[in-house]
């Protein structure tokens, strides 16, 4: 197991990423869940038991109190804490977790890459977005799971259902700096706009994206 945590300077927020060896038993005993986490928990199916309380024991490992702020659901499913007025946000791919804590509405996703993502571009892709898709196999991989990411972050950051991927939310142009680079996007709806800031990392063979309101 292994914990990366990342604190730009220019957000009051912290980030962590978490390699999970780990059964549920070692989450049980490491976490004392609230009874709304408790119902909350065993609604789900067992098989997504161990990215649930993954994603709890990295939020509480950034978030360094003791004892652990819990946390609840919106009725959208956007995840907040209990007693505290910061925003939250949870993600999960495979092995990996990853969890972020601001005091601005912010968003996280992490994925493993796949090559399949190319079968799916123009689902969640503008036109605009689709003709600046690289040339390069590799590259589209990484601009597709960029783009994907950094959509789905401002999804959750903005914490309301009924968005298209393709109409509602837009990822100005960008360019690939090494491993880690800067994006910029735009929710536009009902005549009213929000502005994110993103920042893309490419770990090994994960591509993380976070980023918040601005």
Known sequence: MSLLILSPSN?????????????????????????????????????????????????AVVEGNTPRIFTRKSPTGKPFFDSDSRYISLSHSYKRAAAIICDKPCGIDIQKKVSKITRIGAKFLSPEEMDSLPQQPDMAITYLHAIWGAKEAMYKAYGAKELDFRQHIRILPFETQNDTFLMEGEITKHASKSKYTLFCSQIDEYILVYGWET
């Open 11 to 59: 957000a009051q927020m912290r980030l962590g990423v978490w390699d999970i060896a780990e059964q549920t038993d070692f989450f049980y005993d490491q976490l004392v869940l609230s009874a709304h986490e408790n119902a909350e928990l065993t609604a789900l199916p067992a098989s997504r038991h161990l990215e649930w309380l993954a994603t709890r024991y990295i939020l």
